[in-house]
T-cell receptor, first 112, second 115 residues
Framework: AQSVAQPEDQVNVAEGNPLTVKCTYS??????LFWYVQYPNRGLQFLLK??????LVKGSYGFEAEFNKSQTSFHLKKPSALVSDSALYFC??????????FGKGTRLHILP | DTEVTQTPKHLVMGMTNKKSLKCEQH?????MYWYKQKAKKPPELMFV???????INESVPSRFSPECPNSSLLNLHLHALQPEDSALYLC??????????????FGPGTRLTVL
């Protein structure tokens, strides 16, 4: 079955520092990967997705993600973190049954 | 505009009540979804409507009854719920469910509390 894993429950980063939120995937066939962000008591907001082509995907709010086929990873990155980036981040993969399978989520804390 | 709206924002209901959650999108999307999300957990898929027809029911109890009156609207009718059904209910829409690169856009959710 298709799946994604987010190995960190929480990531703490100082404001202004680069941030990385990790995601690894397990799929058969071509992976279709997504990142969503959820602010407290809100719905999920789409950040970016990987379909094919360039391994570096640029998304909303200055985020980008690097697709690495050999390491089966799709880590979310940002060069300089903002306090307002503090939120819950979900990696997701398109399942063979066309459902979206979410990782368990990683809580990102940006420290002022 | 990638907006999905949901009403109400909050709902408190007793176990004998009947209530409905509403979702609306005007992006011309032909797929709409209901998810249930417990605190600090990922969303769990409940139902998928594709071209106004129910395509997926993830073995959801019959006390949850979805309805898609037209391509822009999605309802979730609630009856005889249990306290463990308390959660954030998220609606989402996407252009076409069968396109593998399709992106889902989520509404802000309805926070449901069952007493």
């Amino acid at each position: 079955a298709q799946s994604v894993a987010q190995p960190e429950d929480q990531v703490n980063v100082a404001e202004g520092n680069p941030l990385t939120v990790k995601c690894t995937y397990s799929v058969s066939g071509n992976p279709y990967l997504f990142w969503y962000v959820q602010y407290p008591n809100r719905g999920l907001q789409f950040l970016l997705k990987y379909i094919t082509g360039d391994n570096l995907v640029k998304g909303s709010y200055g985020f980008e993600a690097e697709f690495n086929k050999s390491q089966t990873s799709f880590h979310l990155k940002k060069p300089s973190a903002l306090v307002s980036d503090s939120a819950l981040y979900f990696c997701a993969v398109r399942d063979r049954d066309d459902k979206i399978i979410f990782g368990k989520g990683t809580r990102l804390h940006i420290l002022p | 505009d990638t907006e999905v709206t949901q009403t109400p924002k909050h709902l408190v209901m007793g176990m004998t009540n009947k209530k409905s959650l509403k979702c609306e999108q005007h992006m011309g999307h032909r797929a709409m979804y209901w998810y249930k999300q417990k605190a600090k957990k990922p969303p769990e898929l409940m139902f998928v409507y594709s071209y106004e027809k129910l395509s997926i029911n993830e073995s959801v109890p019959s006390r949850f009854s979805p309805e898609c009156p037209n391509s822009s609207l999605l309802n979730l009718h609630l009856h005889a719920l249990q306290p463990e059904d308390s959660a954030l209910y998220l609606c989402a829409s996407s252009q076409d469910y069968l396109i593998r690169t399709d992106t889902q856009y989520f509404g802000p959710g309805t926070r449901l509390t069952v007493l």
